[in-house]
């Protein structure tokens, strides 16, 4: 099967690859474009490690084809950070020790991003509704949660 010119941008720098037309998002991120904090945690779209942004909306790249990101805008988890100054919300997790193993800390993070572009003053309700479809194994979500709420308050002016 022949591969496809995809163009797109990915973190705000356009990009052009070649895939496979069966080729996954995350596949592509990872394999050809070596962006490798997006994880196949279940590649069914059940644990949202693999969580990015296109064009704004929160999908599970193991759910969308490389080919379908042809003239979109894909945000991953290296594109949070500016250049070496982390995100405050990649700050609290930190103090928070809001990650283990870090497998799902990617997804979260992106998620959670995407969570505070939409509504900066979410209630924890709010928070763990959103972050539903983002599975850990190791923290218990409980700093997650404190770290997120602090960073939204922090956001706002508001601590």
């Known amino acids: ?14 990009t052009e690859f070649l895939c496979d037309p069966r080729e996954t998002l995350l596949d592509v991120l990872r394999d050809r474009l ?20 296109i064009d704004g909306r929160l999908m599970c790249s193991c759910l969308v084809l490389g080919v379908e990101a042809e003239g979109k805008s894909i945000g991953t988890v290296e594109g949070i950070a500016e250049g070496e100054e982390l995100d405050p919300l990649q ?20 998620a959670t991003k995407a969570l505070l572009a939409k509504n900066p003053d979410p209630t ?3 928070v763990r509704y959103w972050l539903a479809g983002n599975l850990c194994r ?9 770290a997120v709420m602090d960073t939204a308050a922090d956001l706002r002016g508001a601590s």
């Open 1 to 14: 099967m022949s591969k496809i010119h995809v163009t797109t941008t990915v973190n705000g720098d356009e």
């Open 34 to 53: 070596a962006l490798t904090g997006a994880k196949e945690g279940c590649g069914t779209g059940d644990c949202g490690a693999c969580s990015v942004t």
């Open 91 to 110: 700050q609290k997790f930190i103090e928070y020790a809001a990650l283990q193993c870090g497998i799902c800390t990617p997804g979260i993070l992106v």
């Open 124 to 126: 924890e309700t709010e």
């Open 138 to 146: 190791c923290t218990g979500y409980d700093k997650i949660i404190r």
